[in-house]
């Protein structure tokens, strides 16, 4: 049986037999085509996959850094962990520190995260600090605590993290056997895009993917060329102005000859709807930002050969239920009749 990505792909990962694996069978994720968004495109040339990350045990690709970090956390016998969050890195430390038996405090901007993983955190016993600032501001809080007192960080600043995160381009290139044309990925604090780099590196033996990295565009320090002060985007995950994997991510993309640009939040919506319309996959608007970042290029992908890209959808939907509610239109009332049901079925 499945035992995780630890127990999967250990001799890439730094770990030894004494390393103690704090897992939830993370990773092993599904990587489904997305013939009905190919049609959709009009993009006969291109094979779309979609990386569903959401399917991961807390419901984001957190749960591949965590289980490295936390695992080593465990090793070294720390007896807390710490963390600023918009949201899934928050609920994934505080699912691995529950399962080791390890204190976890999370520093969140108050208001800008989801319900889903605030309710996460919560139940998982993490302490919970909400700060009247924003993501950037609770990290810089967060990385003076670590300097300072006995408590790791298990942002994505800790290497673990980037380790356990690159699996997700080995599951890649173990399914599609080898890596793809394009690598389409949101970014935020710019640790995944930078982990999935360094794993097509270290395992693919031919051509490497042009990393395709997308931010939203009132949150786009990276394209900007500078930090941004006040981020605004309705993709609260990736509400981040001042990236801690600035030059990491920008080495992937130059590394890879691919780019790092804005959607608009509009853009992000428009994904996030036909993913969950043409194929059956409901994602957090963060996570769209990839697909939207793809129908971007898609002018520009129509006039090449055949060519796959693998889109990864970082977060489930159920994360954020309110924005998805307040994105379709809303259900019709009627009495509780058949007549008035069969009426508005409109048979
Ligand atoms: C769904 O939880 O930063 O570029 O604190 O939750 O590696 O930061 C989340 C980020 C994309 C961006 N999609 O990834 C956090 C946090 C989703 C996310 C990103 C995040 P990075």
């Keep these: 049986m499945y035992q995780g990505l630890i127990d999967r792909y ?19 994720t599904p990587l489904l085509r997305a013939k ?19 399917f991961n ?48 405090i999370v520093l969140i901007p108050q208001g800008s995260i989801a319900l889903g993983k605030l309710s996460q955190a919560m139940m998982h016993n993490a302490r919970v600090i909400a700060i009247k600032g924003n993501f950037d501001e609770a990290l810089t809080i967060v990385r003076k605590i670590g300097e300072k007192y006995p408590v790791t960080v298990v942002n994505s600043i800790n290497p673990y993290r980037i380790e356990g995160q690159k699996t997700g381009s080995f599951e890649v290139v173990d399914f599609l056997g080898k890596a793809p044309d394009y690598h389409f990925i ?11 780099w360094k794993g097509y590196k270290e395992y693919c033996r031919g051509k ?21 002060k006040h981020p605004k985007t309705i993709a609260t995950a990736i509400k981040i102005g001042n990236p801690a994997s600035w030059k990491q991510a920008q080495a992937a993309r130059d590394e890879s000859s691919g780019v790092i640009e804005a959607v608009t939040d509009s853009e992000i919506l428009n994904a996030y709807k036909l993913l969950a319309a043409l194929e059956g996959v409901f994602v957090e608007p963060a996570s769209a930002a990839s697909v939207a970042g793809l129908i971007k290029h898609s002018g520009k992908l129509k006039k090449q050969g055949d060519k796959t890209a693998v889109c990864v959808l970082t977060g489930h939907g159920l994360k954020d239920p309110d924005r998805a509610i307040k994105s379709i239109k809303q259900p019709v009332v009627v009495e509780p009749t058949l007549e008035k049901v069969v009426k508005e079925i409109k048979f």
């Design 57 to 104: 045990p807390t419901g984001s690709f957190k749960d591949r850094g965590m289980t490295m970090a936390i695992s080593k956390a465990a090793e070294a016998r720390a007896e807390a962990v710490i963390c600023a969050s918009t949201g899934n890195t928050s609920a994934s430390a505080a699912a691995y520190s529950a399962r080791a038996g390890i204190k976890c």
């Design 208 to 228: 490497l993917p042009r990393m395709m990295g997308f931010q939203a565009s009132g949150a786009s320090p990276i394209v900007l060329g500078r930090p941004v």
């Design 186 to 196: 949101p970014v935020g604090n710019a640790g995944n895009i930078t982990a999935y």
């Design 36 to 54: 009905n968004l190919e049609r959709y495109l009009k993009l006969s040339n291109l094979k779309i996959y979609l990386k569903c990350e959401g």
């Design 10 to 28: 250990r001799k890439y990962l730094p770990v030894t037999s004494k390393t103690p694996v704090i897992s939830l069978y993370e990773g092993n």
